[in-house]
Nanobody, 120 residues
Framework: QVQLVESGGGLVQPGGSLRLSCAAS????????MGWYRQAPGKQRELVAR???????NYADSVKGRFTISRDNAKNTVYLRMNSLKPEDTAAYYC??????????????WGQGTQVTVSS
């Protein structure tokens, strides 16, 4: 089990940028596969981006070219850089950690979420 704390959300205008951070507890962060999910009101939670312990990255089609996931194992932190934000990116964003690199189902450790609102 790993404890996760997200930060960096807020209100931003369309076209703006934000960087979310997810700080993990413990000394085994480097072995975890990390993901960013989001959930908009009335919608199912969806996987936005993921990065394996080896550094391989994948993105949802809706954010490709706009979002970048990265990790700093020395700081036990995973980031989500979000550029060219759109109103449809508005959601609560959650960090997820798991031992397996299989992201076909929702499980593992979760943070409390951070709200991102894109509005003029």
């Amino acid at each position: 089990q790993v404890q996760l704390v997200e930060s960096g959300g807020g209100l931003v205008q369309p076209g703006g940028s934000l960087r979310l951070s997810c700080a993990a507890s413990g000394s085994t962060f480097r072995f975890f596969n990390m993901g960013w999910y989001r959930q908009a009101p009335g919608k199912q939670r969806e996987l936005v981006a993921r990065i394996t312990s080896g550094g391989s990255k994948n993105y949802a089609d809706s954010v490709k070219g706009r979002f970048t996931i990265s990790r700093d194992n020395a700081k036990n932190t995973v980031y989500l850089r979000m550029n060219s934000l759109k109103p449809e990116d508005t959601a609560a964003y959650y960090c997820n950690a798991r031992v397996t690199s299989d992201f076909s189902a929702e499980f593992g450790s979760w943070g409390q979420g951070t709200q991102v609102t894109v509005s003029s």
